[in-house]
C-alpha cells in the first residue's frame, strides 16, 4: 500500500508549503473540494494552483459559475508569476458557467436529471477539447442551488469526477460554507465524493482574526492534518504552522 | 575600540546560517541597531529583515536617517504601528502586522520579504524578544522562537535576536540561549577603561 502511495503521480499544486504537507502535491486526476466561508482565500488559492499549473505547460481551467472572469481577473491579487500571455496562449483558461448554461437552453431554474447529464457531458467536451490537466469550479455550492436535491448533485459529482480522472484532469471543487458551519460542504454530499478536502478557515485568537489551511483527507497520499496560518501574497499563498501555545482553534 | 566597533567586529564574525543573541544594556541599545544597520545593510551588501515589535518603523528610519546610515537595503516587519494606532502609511520597505501577538504573521511577513528578496545574502534581526514577550506568554513565544530559527537557519538566513538585559528574565534568557549558537553581550560598563 505505502509502495502505491509512493508511486502516484503527483499534481505539484506550486505552493510549496501545501506540496509539502501533501507530501509533493495532489495525487494526479483526484478532485478536492477546497471549502471555507468568505474571505478566507479559496479563490486566490484554486487559482494560483491554476497559474502555476499553466507556467508549467499543463492546459488549465477555471469556470466560474456566479462571477464574470473579467471581474474575477481585475480582483486577483496581483501575483508577480501571473502573465497574460497564458490566456491568449490557451494555457490559461477562463470559462463563464451561465454561458454554457444559456448555450444549452439550461435556462430553468432547476435541472432536471437530464440536464445534468446535459451539463457534465458539456464540461467533459471542453476537458477534453482543449486537453485540460488542472480544473476549478468555482464554485460547486452555487451549481448546487440549480440542481437542488441531494440525488442530483451527488449524480454531477460522481459523473464530473470520473470523467475528470479518466482524462487525467486534476480538479478543485470550491464549496461555501457559512461561518462557523462544523460541516464542510452545503449540500453535505460534496465532502463524502471528493477525493480530498482542503478546510480554509477564519479562526479568532484573542481579537485576532488569521486565515487558516488544514487538509482534512486526501486519498492516495500521506499528509499532515495540522492546521496551518496563511497569508496571501504577490509571490503566492504562505503557510506556517498554527503555533499551539497561542490557544485557540 | 569602542562597543559598539566591539559589537560590530563580533557579529561580523557570524558563520551562514546561525542565530545570535544580542544581548544589550539599556543604554547601548540604539548604537547596537545603528552598528547592525551599518554592517549589514551600509558597509556588507547584504538585505536586511528588520522586525520591529519595540519602536515603529517611522521612528527607527527617522533615527537612521538623522545618523545618516543608509537604510535602504533595510525592510520592515512593523508590529508595533497598528497596536499603537500611530499612522501605519505603507511604503515600499514595509509590512504591518497588526499586533505583536500574531506571532505566526510576523513569520509570514518575513518569509514574503525574505522570498522577494532573491538569492542576496539575508540577516533578519528580531527587536526585541522583551517587546514580544510583553504581549505573549513564554509557552508562545518559546515554540515561535524555535520554529522560526530553524526555519531561517534551514534557509542559510542569520538571524539576530535582540534583548535589553536589565529587562530580561532568567527564564527568557533560557528561551533565547536554547536556539541560538552563541551570544553577544554589550554593556557600557562591561567595556575595560
Known sequence: MVEDERGRERCRTGIDALDNILYGGIPRSNTILLTGSCGTGKTSLALEFLLHGAIEGENSMFISVTEASEKLLANIIPYDFFDKKLMSGNKLILVDLPMIYQRLGLVKAELSMEEVGLLVSSILDLIKELKVKRLVVDSITSIGYKLKTQEKIRDFILKLAKGLSTAGCTSILVSEVSTGSEAYSTFMVEEALADGIILMGNMERRGDLLRTLQVIKMRGTTHSRAKYVLDLTPVGVLLVPLLKGGGGG | ?193
Not at chain 2, 509590512?95 to 505566526?104: A, C, K, R, Y
Open chain 2, 1 to 193: 575600540m569602542t562597543l559598539a566597533n566591539r559589537v560590530a567586529a563580533e557579529i561580523e564574525e557570524m558563520p551562514p546560517a546561525s542565530a545570535v543573541s544580542l544581548q544589550v544594556g539599556v543604554d547601548f541599545y540604539l548604537d547596537a541597531i545603528r552598528a547592525v544597520i551599518d554592517i549589514y545593510a551600509s558597509k556588507r551588501d547584504i538585505e536586511v529583515v528588520y522586525v520591529t515589535a519595540t519602536i515603529s518603523y517611522q521612528a527607527i528610519t527617522d533615527i537612521l536617517k538623522a545618523l545618516e546610515i543608509d537604510s535602504s537595503k533595510v525592510h520592515f516587519v512593523d508590529c508595533i504601528s497598528h497596536t499603537m494606532m500611530s499612522s501605519s502609511m505603507q511604503g515600499s520597505q514595509v509590512l504591518f502586522v497588526e499586533s505583536p501577538t500574531m506571532l505566526e504573521n510576523i513569520m509570514l511577513k518575513t518569509e514574503y520579504l525574505l522570498r522577494k528578496s532573491g538569492e542576496k545574502e539575508k540577516l533578519v534581526l528580531l527587536d526585541s524578544i522583551n517587546s514580544l514577550a510583553i504581549h505573549n506568554s513564554n509557552n508562545v513565544l518559546s515554540e515561535f522562537l524555535h520554529i522560526f530559527v530553524s526555519s531561517l537557519r534551514s534557509r542559510n538566513v542569520n538571524t539576530l535576536i535582540l534583548s535589553v538585559m536589565e529587562h530580561t528574565s532568567q527564564e527568557l534568557s533560557n528561551m533565547v540561549n536554547l536556539v541560538c549558537d552563541s551570544t553577544i553581550r554589550a554593556r557600557e560598563e562591561e567595556e575595560p577603561k
